[in-house]
């Protein structure tokens, strides 16, 4: 568990992830990690935004001096209308990840770290079912989409699954029920594995060689989600490698220089 901040108390540093929850975050670990293993002194620490005062606590945090934000649930919207110099891809998914204070500039890294962590796991002739439609799943939504994957769509609240799919276009079932016959891969895009809920997946219907993925990750090494994907024999990820994957992205985008790969993951182990 981190140490958390609330924004109004922030201390000296460089960089930070703000969220709320936020004590879960690896990414101060990570991000540290790689600072060390390349001799920086900047600090990157985590700090809690509750929901509404994402504007103020990043105006504040700028005018600490801080140079980089990472952005996780439920703020990446909030994050994405602050910044002024908006990148279009974070601009089409709605969602920013990544902040650069001095210019107020954003970038999402979600989308290309994970479609790295995919590679060739998942075939592009089965359909992609995708659960949930919050700040990652539209970015994941927008790069997969574009990298030629099918989705079927699934959110508690199905307004925003409908939403969604109208944002990204493209091909994309909303489903008003967890419909998992025939997908390559079950895709958990949200944050019920940190509040430790149940999806209502009937996992008896899953094929048997689909990979579940869950972009949420726990100290305890499984989630939810991914315990009742194992129960039913399925091969499984969690979201660390995503995490290094877009950490890196952001790393190299504030610093100019290669991230230190390997370091932020064994940081994580
Ligand atoms: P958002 O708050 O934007 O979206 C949350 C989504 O989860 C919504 O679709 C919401 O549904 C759904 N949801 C929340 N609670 C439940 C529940 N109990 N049952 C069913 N659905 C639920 O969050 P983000 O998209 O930013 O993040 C989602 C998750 O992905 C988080 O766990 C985050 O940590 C993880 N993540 C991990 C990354 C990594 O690097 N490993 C990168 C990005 C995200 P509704 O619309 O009905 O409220």
Redesign the pocket.
């Known amino acids: 568990m981190n140490v958390v901040f609330e924004w109004q108390d922030a201390p000296t540093a460089e960089f930070a992830v703000i969220?709320d929850p936020i004590s879960?975050?690896l990414s101060p670990r990570m991000h540290s990690a790689a600072f060390a293993a390349l001799g920086l002194a900047d600090r990157y620490v985590a700090i809690h935004v509750p929901r509404g005062e994402v504007a103020q606590a990043l105006d504040h945090l700028r005018s600490l001096g801080y140079l980089g934000v990472n952005v996780?649930?439920?703020?990446?919207?909030d994050a994405l209308l602050w910044a002024q110099d908006r990148e279009p891809y974070a601009e089409k998914a709605q969602?920013a990840?990544t902040l650069r204070l001095k210019d107020r500039a954003c970038r999402n890294t979600?989308g290309p770290?994970f479609l790295s962590t995919l590679e060739s796991r998942v075939a592009k002739n089965s359909p992609i079912l995708m659960?949930?439609?919050?700040?990652?799943?539209?970015a994941l939504a927008v790069s997969l989409i574009e990298a030629g994957y099918s989705l079927r769509l699934f959110?508690?609240?199905m307004p925003?699954a409908e939403e969604l799919a109208k944002l990204v276009g493209g091909n994309i079932e909303v489903i008003d029920a967890i419909r998992p016959e025939g997908v390559g891969l079950l895709l958990n895009?949200?944050?019920?594995?940190?509040?430790g809920?149940e999806?209502p997946i009937p996992w008896h219907s899953v094929e048997k060689n689909a990979l579940a993925y869950d972009?949420?990750?726990s100290s305890t090494g499984t989630t939810p989600f991914l315990a009742r994907a194992k129960e039913h024999g399925l091969a499984t990820l969690?979201?660390?490698e995503?995490?290094v994957q877009?950490?890196a992205l952001s790393f190299e985008w504030w610093h100019g220089q290669d991230a230190p790969i390997e370091a932020m993951r064994e940081a994580l182990k």
């Open positions: 969220g879960h975050s996780t649930v439920p703020h990446k919207l969602a990840n979600d770290g659960i949930g439609a919050g700040g990652s799943a539209r959110n508690r609240t925003r895009t949200t944050s019920a594995s940190l509040t809920d999806l972009l949420a990750y969690d979201g660390r995503l995490l877009q950490g």
